[in-house]
């Protein structure tokens, strides 16, 4: 019987790279789960690790530490496909592992602050050494310095290498994109003593790095994966790249509008924005419809099952979280009662985990194959119940904390904001509320469902393939 182990030689230099980012992802997967439970547990046990872990910097670890596994994850999955699509060896293998250990190294100095230190005095020395205060973008400043070196470096490895190789419709879009990715983080560096304007610059992070360059890396992404695990004809899904560019510049740039509902912009955004949000994530779901519609030619075959059902998760995770969820509450005269409840945080975990954590789990498992000599991991692989129950269990568990923090939404909005009209009388009362207690028990609930999936998905990828004596299926 062969025993396929993991073997670096069936990799080229871009890949073997690759290699290293998605296991700093993993590690960081791991620990964003354990401080969200530890931050559920708290919400519902204040008493908890009191004057030892303040639930602001759990909460704070928990949201960055998702953040920094997705851009590990994305950045690992651009140098995977790169020397595939481009069609010559990465430049600057030594500049991408190079990026890799300060990234890694200065992530860890930046969790270990927030552990140990935790806060500062409000100094520019806490804001250049321990935190920028800035939610969701607090590391500090000399980390925000680092990071944009780490994605300047990626991107000039990323573009010289197709510039040195072939162009492709996902290459043009991919390099474009990467242009952004690097530029509009810089945006949150950006200070002024006005707090409306500060929150302006603050957005253009939190929404267009993420919800549009992000999403543009996904698509090529996507585009990539479904040409390689199903056979997609490679017009179909560039067209389809197309599309998504095409509306990211009309739903990506004008939707950020419904951001600036409540921080003292014009009121033309409340058009603007409640208009525009909800439009990037339909040609993901378009790209992945017609290549499954077009794989019937022969016979929907697949050469990765765990990847592909992994792939259809993110369309309809994405469709779903970040454009029915986030078009919910984004209208104007519906967001000025659910804003800043528990109702953002619903959105939040499905779209956040729809979106990106879906398509990095879906490379994983592409890689894993790859890293193990092309083995079989179609129909009947070997095992197959861990990668179905893991798929199982993490959507079933963030699918259901998306639901139980949608019925504590519901009942704080209506009582802080219908109600009691935005006091902090009422903001107390909806928090004492049951239905708002009873929900954020079974987000508990649905979060040790989330941690279960994932060890399972850690021990299907360390084993999946290991025994397979089949070879990939052509297709």
């Known amino acids: 019987m062969t025993i396929n182990k993991f073997n670096s030689a069936n990799l080229n230099p871009g890949q073997k790279v690759a290699v290293k980012y998605f296991i700093a992802a993993m590690l960081l997967f791991v620990a964003q789960i354990v401080f969200g439970l530890i931050a559920g547990a708290q919400y519902l046990m204040p008493e908890l690790f009191y004057n030892v872990l303040d639930f602001s910097v759990v909460r704070m670890v928990h949201i960055n530490a998702m953040i920094i596994w997705m851009l590990f994850g994305f950045m690992g999955a651009i140098y995977w496909l790169v020397e595939d699509e481009a069609g010559r060896p990465l430049v600057g293998v030594f500049w991408a592992n190079l990026a890799f250990w300060l990234f890694s190294i200065a992530v860890t100095i930046v969790v270990l602050v927030y552990l140990f230190i935790q806060i500062g ?92 360059t992000w999403e543009v890396l996904v698509g090529c992404i996507m585009a990539w994966g479904l040409i390689k695990v199903l056979g997609a004809k490679r017009t179909v899904v560039t067209t389809w790249l197309y599309i998504e560019v095409a509306l990211m510049f009309g739903s990506g740039i004008l939707g950020i509008g419904h951001h ?85 945080a619903s959105h939040g975990h499905f779209a956040f985990f729809g979106a990106y954590a879906t398509i ?58 219908a109600q009691e009209g935005a006091t902090w009388g009422g903001y107390f009362k909806a928090q004492l509320s049951t239905w708002f207690q009873q929900g954020m028990w079974w987000r508990q609930v649905f979060g040790y469902v989330t941690a279960a999936g994932i060890v399972l998905l850690v021990w299907d990828l360390l084993t999946i393939g290991k025994n397979e004596t089949k070879e990939i299926v052509e297709v």
């Open 360 to 417: 990095c789990i879906a490379v994983f498992y592409i890689a894993v194959q790859k890293w193990r000599g092309d083995v079989y991991m179609s129909g009947d692989t070997k095992g197959a119940w861990r990668w179905k129950w893991s798929c199982i269990l993490l959507n079933l568990g963030v699918v259901g904390m998306t639901m139980a923090l949608l019925v504590s939404g519901y009942d704080q909005t209506f009582i802080e904001r």
């Open 260 to 344: 600036y509902f409540w921080i003292g912009t014009p009121e033309y955004w409340l058009t603007i924005g409640g208009f525009f949000s909800a439009l990037e994530p339909v040609p993901l779901v378009g790209m992945v419809v017609h290549a499954v519609y077009d794989s019937g030619k022969h016979d929907f075959k697949n050469n990765n099952h765990p990847a592909m059902a992994w792939l259809i998760a993110h369309a309809f995770g994405n469709f779903f979280g970040a454009g029915v969820f986030g078009f919910m509450h984004t209208l104007p005269q519906i967001n000025l009662y659910t804003h800043g409840t528990q109702w953002s």
């Open 121 to 212: 005095p409000g100094t520019r020395e806490t804001l250049w050494l321990i935190n920028e205060g800035r939610e969701y973008i607090e590391a500090p400043r000399w980390a925000d310095i680092g990071i944009v070196i780490c994605v300047l470096i990626f991107f000039y490895n990323i573009a010289a290498t197709f510039m040195k190789g072939k162009w492709s419709g996902i290459s043009g879009v991919l390099v474009l994109d990467l242009v952004a990715l690097a530029g509009l983080y810089l945006a949150g560096m950006w200070y002024t003593p006005n707090i409306s304007m500060d929150q302006y610059w603050w957005w253009w992070v939190i929404h267009m790095w993420v919800e549009a």
